[in-house]
Nanobody
Framework: HMQLVESGGGSVQAGGSLTLSCTAS????????MAWFRQRPGKEREGVAR????????YYADSLKGRFFIIRDADNAILYLNMTSLKPDDTATYYC?????????????????WGKGILVTISS
């Protein structure tokens, strides 16, 4: 049972940047998929970005393209989310997720494993 632990959250002023990390308790393999989701206050959880471990191909929520970047370090089983030009509306709990299935090329997969989440607060 894979465990995922997020780190790097905190408070940032609008316009700033922040990078989240997610460390997996087990190796991550070529045919697996990992992703970041978030839940903003009063809203449902939504997909942020996902990446194919082997190919490195990424998929982003339309509203976040060009500001958020997902990166994987397969050798060390670490997933990153680099967030730039942050807005107060990006305030949310961010979750790391993984599945042992290949990524869906055009959408967010159903994930098998989830981190506990980490809070990111953007002040105006």
């Amino acid at each position: 049972h894979m465990q995922l632990v997020e780190s790097g959250g905190g408070s940032v002023q609008a316009g700033g940047s922040l990078t989240l990390s997610c460390t997996a308790s087990e190796p991550i393999y070529y045919d697996q998929c990992m992703a970041w989701f978030r839940q903003r206050p009063g809203k449902e959880r939504e997909g942020v970005a996902r990446i194919s471990i082997g190919r490195g191909s990424a998929y982003y929520a339309d509203s976040l393209k060009g500001r958020f970047f997902i990166i994987r370090d397969a050798d060390n089983a670490i997933l990153y989310l680099n967030m730039t030009s942050l807005k107060p509306d990006d305030t949310a709990t961010y979750y790391c997720a993984a599945t042992r299935s290949p990524c869906n090329p055009t959408a967010f997969n159903d994930m098998q494993y989830w981190g506990k989440g980490i809070l990111v607060t953007i002040s105006s």
